[in-house]
């Protein structure tokens, strides 16, 4: 009899455990003993095996790489609404965080499937208490599998943000539209071995965590001003004292003699591209080890993503403490773009800091290990010249097909010309056009003209589309369109072709 008791027993408790729900499941990278990237697939399915397990946890395909293969993301939230596609309560942020958008920096994409698997089934964090989150962990399957920065096409996604040319560029755009986030986290990691710095010139960088910011001059002055002077040293602060070693991004720093300055500045990238949307917009850069150091796994890998993931807690506690300031202060500054649109800074651009004019940065020496400081030129202020006001409207005159494309993917609302009517007009032309094969310092800057206007009256035609400037993106539409602005779509070399025609295919009205 007691045998059969405990025959009893030990099968209830059997029962017990295989149907209690699990407190964590092993990502793909930690099953390999936190040593092997798996594939995309296996991460799909490891995406999948959560949402099927969590009940806060909601799995969407969000698109298909220039590859074929699957971009998906995670939704996690308490708020069964917002796992089913519907919006979000006002009193909890979105956040929006984004993995490996270059393939050959993985550990954001291990991180981020980390953290989704310890939120999915932890009952005491209280992170989902203020915030919903849109987590996409591996941003560029192609690179992943092809073992590449690139995607399939050997498309760069983060330069494409006016354009929105390669697949995955507007599957994030898309998942901007679609999840309206009040923050984004973009992860990345910067590589402490150079070919000129290191190979050369006998030095790596010394970084663990760098951070930036939306920082075009562009951007609503209020969001700028905050997460320039407010939310950007608190994340510093708290990533150091956490103990991993933080600071504002310098840029990359390839050899001696350059200039250091901040993270790029164009609106082509996805940093600054959402803060233009009116997003709280914050970049990481962490650090990539080099391939020739002796780790306790292959190029510290381990580590990297344990840093990558102190990053990404960090910056949502810090969103969590300050949600409620977060939610107004985009809110605010989205409302306030689509009653007016700002003046615009043609040229924006990097220069001399006079106040702070050297600035020493730690390297370490190659051939020692020592840490040594450097002496470099600091160009860390950004400027913007050239101050105007928008007009009233932009009419697309000819090729209306390839920009009713483009403006449909960037959402940008337009009018089409149903029948022939009479206009007043700004009928453009460029003059003592030059377009350069390499950018300019930290921005894509190519094409430099000088813009001649007549005015006059022209008769619009059925299919002509008008941009009116009084709308949610106003002021991005109006920094893309004007060919003079340093971060204008004509920039672009599938575009650059326009500002030969005479006139061009656009005019303004006033």
Same mark, same amino acid.
């Given at each position: ?37 798996? $594939?995309?697939?296996?991460?799909? *399915? ?7 397990? +969590? ?72 992170? =989902? ?60 990691? +910067? ?8 190979? @050369? &010139?006998?030095?790596?960088?010394? /970084? ?11 951007? *609503? ?18 990533? +150091? ?10 840029? @990359? ?9 901040? #993270? ?20 990481? @850069? ?21 840093? &990558? ?9 810090? /969103? ?53 400081? /450097? ?5 860390? &202020? ?28 960037? #959402? ?8 022939? &009517? ?6 453009? +032309? ?8 390499? #950018? ?16 006059? $009256? ?6 002509? =589309? ?37 006139? =061009? ?6």
């Amino acid at each position: 009899m007691k045998l059969q008791k405990l025959a009893v027993l030990y099968a209830m408790t059997m029962a017990c455990h295989s149907y209690a729900a699990p407190t964590y499941i092993q990502t793909p990278f930690e099953q390999s003993s936190n040593t092997e990237l798996p $594939q995309s697939k296996q991460v799909d *399915a490891f995406l999948k095996q959560l949402s099927d397990k +969590s009940d806060w946890i909601s799995e969407q395909r969000i698109g298909i790489s220039a590859g074929g293969r699957e971009i998906n993301a995670l939704l996690i939230s308490k708020d069964s609404e917002f796992l089913n596609g519907e919006k979000a309560k006002a009193n909890k942020a979105t956040v929006m965080l984004i993995g490996s958008q270059h393939g050959n920096e993985p550990a954001g994409a291990e991180a981020l499937q980390k953290l989704a698997a310890e939120l999915a089934f932890d009952e005491k964090s209280t992170l =989902l208490d203020n915030l919903n989150l849109v987590v996409i962990p591996l941003a560029n399957p192609d690179g992943r599998d092809l073992q590449s920065r690139y995607n399939a096409d050997r498309e760069n996604p983060n330069i494409d943000y006016s354009a929105l040319a390669s697949p995955e560029t507007l599957i994030y755009v898309n998942a901007l539209r679609k999840f309206k986030p009040n923050a984004i986290f973009d992860i990345h990691e +910067s590589g402490i071995e150079k070919s000129v710095l290191t190979g @050369e &010139q006998g030095y790596f960088t010394d /970084v663990h965590a760098q951070y930036e910011v939306g920082n075009n001059p562009n951007i *609503a002055p209020e969001l700028l001003t905050y997460s320039e002077e407010v939310f950007l040293p608190q994340l510093i602060d708290a990533t +150091s004292r956490s103990g991993l070693p933080a600071k504002r991004y310098l840029g @990359e720093i390839t050899h001696l003699d350059q200039p250091v300055k901040r #993270g790029g500045i164009g609106i082509t990238n996805f940093r600054n591209y959402a803060a233009m949307r009116g997003i709280l917009s914050i970049l990481v @850069e962490n650090r990539l080890d080099s391939k020739e150091g002796d780790y306790p796994t292959p190029r510290n890998i381990e580590r990297r993503v344990e840093n &990558q993931l102190i990053s990404t807690r960090t910056f949502l506690n810090l /969103v969590s403490n300050n949600h409620e300031n977060i939610i107004q202060l985009t809110e605010r500054t989205q409302q306030k773009s689509a009653q007016k649109p700002r003046d615009i800074y043609l040229d924006v651009s990097f220069g001399p800091n006079i106040k702070n004019i050297v600035k020493k940065v730690p390297l370490t020496r190659k051939d020692t290990g020592q840490s040594v400081q /450097v002496s470099f030129t600091n160009f860390d &202020q950004i400027s913007g010249k050239e101050l105007v006001a928008l007009p009233k409207a932009y009419v697309v005159a000819n090729n209306q097909e390839a920009f009713k494309s483009w403006l449909d993917k960037h #959402g940008i609302e337009y009018q089409v010309v149903q029948e022939p &009517q009479q206009q007043n007009v700004g009928v453009l +032309s460029a003059s003592n056009l030059s377009i350069a094969s390499k #950018g300019r310092l930290g921005i894509r800057r190519f094409t430099d003209l000088d813009l001649v206007k007549d005015n006059k $009256q022209v008769s619009l035609q059925e299919g002509d =589309l008008v941009i009116p400037m009084n709308q949610p993106l106003g002021t991005l539409v109006g920094l893309m369109l004007d060919p003079r602005s340093s971060s204008s779509i004509f920039q672009e070399p599938a575009w650059q072709g326009y500002l030969r025609q005479n006139p =061009l295919p656009i005019y303004t009205i006033d």
